[in-house]
């Protein structure tokens, strides 16, 4: 029997990642894209997909109003801003539609209705949603078990010079992950440089060795792929809020 696939209403369609997670539902076979929106571009709205990309199986008009739109048994999945994606989670708490965010640059009122709006839906945050970063974050948490005696702890995020957000929301996820667990300041280095999608490297060093864990990313399609993954996941639960360790069952 055929696995049936994750209906997807994509947000921000023209942005670097809506065209990495069309791409990747259609090469994977994943997900079936039954609706999405533009941002801020008006040649991009009321026209096919396909036209976009070239791929005639996309037959789904592009719009730029979600109210406008018939939205049911459908799992958005949102790559934009924090201003458009508190908008994007109200709606679907509206219409109970689980979501997937994977916007980053969250003040700490945004994040507040993140955790009270999970309450209502089943909503999947994660500053990244790479598979690796997963498995690193699991490293790190034994590492700092082993280590954290008379060690100090550093990390170093490398992107490219466009990322607003400083320290990368990677970098701050991965502080919060370790955080409870070592008492003193974790030292971090920003690096904005080029057009580097994303380095992350977590040193623990004493006065006699030191063990770095890093993680890179060659291709942002690593980060379309797990949250289309995670749309999946999500599609069933009815509230709560989730990660990719969660998904993963890390």
């Not at 990390?155 to 955080?179: C, F, Q, W």
């Not at 580097?196 to 040193?203: A, L, T």
């Amino acid at each position: 029997m055929c696995k049936e696939l994750t209906s997807l209403f994509i947000t921000g369609i023209n942005g670097r990642m809506g065209r990495q997670l069309v791409l990747s539902s259609y090469i994977d076979k994943l997900a079936s894209i039954r609706m999405s929106i533009a941002n801020n571009n008006l040649k991009h709205f009321n026209i096919n997909l396909y036209k976009l990309f070239n791929i005639k199986s996309l037959a789904v008009i592009v719009s730029n109003n979600l109210l406008a739109s018939r939205i049911k048994d459908i799992v958005l999945i949102d790559f934009t801003n924090p201003e458009a994606s508190m908008v994007y989670l109200n709606i679907c708490c509206l219409n109970k539609l689980n979501i997937v965010i994977g916007t980053t640059g969250f003040n700490i009122h945004q994040l507040s209705i993140i955790y009270m709006l999970s309450n209502y839906i089943a909503i999947s945050y994660s500053a990244n949603f790479s598979i690796g970063i997963a498995l690193m974050l699991k490293l790190l948490r034994i590492a700092v078990l082993y280590l954290r005696e008379n060690i100090d702890i550093q990390v170093i995020e490398v992107h490219h010079k466009k990322k607003r957000d400083v320290p990368s929301g990677t970098a701050l996820m991965i502080r919060n992950y370790i955080d409870d667990l070592y008492i003193k300041p974790i030292s971090f280095s920003s690096i904005r440089i080029g057009n580097i999608i994303g380095e992350h490297k977590v040193s623990f060093a004493d006065l006699n060795e030191c063990l770095s864990i890093s993680h890179k990313v060659y291709d942002r399609m690593v980060f379309a792929k797990g949250a289309i993954k995670s749309s999946g996941w999500l599609l069933n639960k009815t509230k709560g809020l989730f990660n990719m360790l969660n998904v993963l069952g890390l």
